[in-house]
């Protein structure tokens, strides 16, 4: 069945330091691979998303994620932190039926210290 | 960007009662919407599939008649908790998207609380 692993609840960093949020995910097929931001009270906005093509996949707010099929993983990076990045992260990989049907992993929760 | 406006954001009921979470899409038309269900500290669980004008594709283990959706119009979705219960205690999220496989518009939650 398929499935995603976030090994990380939470997370704290300083701002300005490096940031590598895990995904590994367990899936049949080549698979459609999502990373959202969930803020307070607010709904999930995509940050990025692989289908297939370059490995390294660039998204918004300076975010990128590296697919490594190899390892089953998805991590998310970002090379300098700011405070407004505090939020709740999510890896998602489309279900079989449509990348519409995604599969979330149970989150990363991001603390930035000033 | 497209928007999608849940309602209410949060709502306290007594056991047995309903309640009905609406899910719009401000400034497009969905003709698909999700409804997913996370419990503290998990994962966003896919409960439903809604589409306009027909009945919804629900997953396994999610029980149609407790959770009632209707996807009424191009813009307006609803899911109904039935004779809630205090295990039905838990967020939900909606989403929509103009098309199929077309990208996922979330909505802000609903955070139920049955007592």
């Known amino acids: 069945a398929q499935s995603v692993t976030q090994p990380d609840i939470h997370i704290t960093v300083s701002e300005g330091a490096s940031l590598e949020l895990r995904c590994n995910y367990s899936?049949?097929?080549?698979?459609?691979l999502f990373w959202y931001v969930q803020s307070p009270g607010q709904g999930l906005q995509l940050l990025l998303k692989?289908?297939?093509?370059?490995?390294l996949v660039q998204g918004i707010k300076g975010f990128e994620a590296e697919f490594k099929r190899s390892q089953s993983s998805f991590n998310l990076r970002k090379p300098s932190v700011h405070w407004s990045d505090a939020a709740e992260y999510f890896c998602?990989?489309?279900?079989?039926?449509?990348?519409?049907?995604?599969?979330f992993g149970a989150g990363t929760r991001l603390a930035v210290h000033p | 960007g497209a928007v999608v406006s849940q309602h209410p954001s949060r709502v306290i009921c007594k056991s047995g009662t309903s309640v009905k979470i609406e899910c719009r899409s401000l400034?497009?038309?969905?003709?698909?919407m999700f409804w997913y269900r996370q419990f503290p500290k998990q994962s966003l669980m896919l409960m439903a599939t809604?589409?306009?004008?027909?009945?919804?594709?629900?997953e396994q283990g999610v029980e149609k008649d407790k959770f009632l959706i209707n996807h009424a119009s191009l813009t307006l979705s609803t899911l109904t908790v039935t004779s809630a219960h205090p295990e039905d205690s838990s967020f939900y999220i909606c989403?929509?998207?103009?098309?199929?496989?077309?990208?996922?518009?979330f909505g802000s939650g609903t955070q139920l609380s049955v007592l």
């Open positions: 989403s929509a998207s103009k098309r199929e496989n077309e990208k996922l518009f």
């Open positions: 899936y049949g097929a080549t698979p459609y």
């Open positions: 692989y289908f297939s093509g370059d490995t």
């Open positions: 998602a990989v489309g279900a079989p039926g449509g990348y519409n049907k995604l599969i």
């Open positions: 400034d497009f038309q969905a003709t698909t």
């Open positions: 809604s589409n306009e004008g027909s009945k919804a594709t629900y």
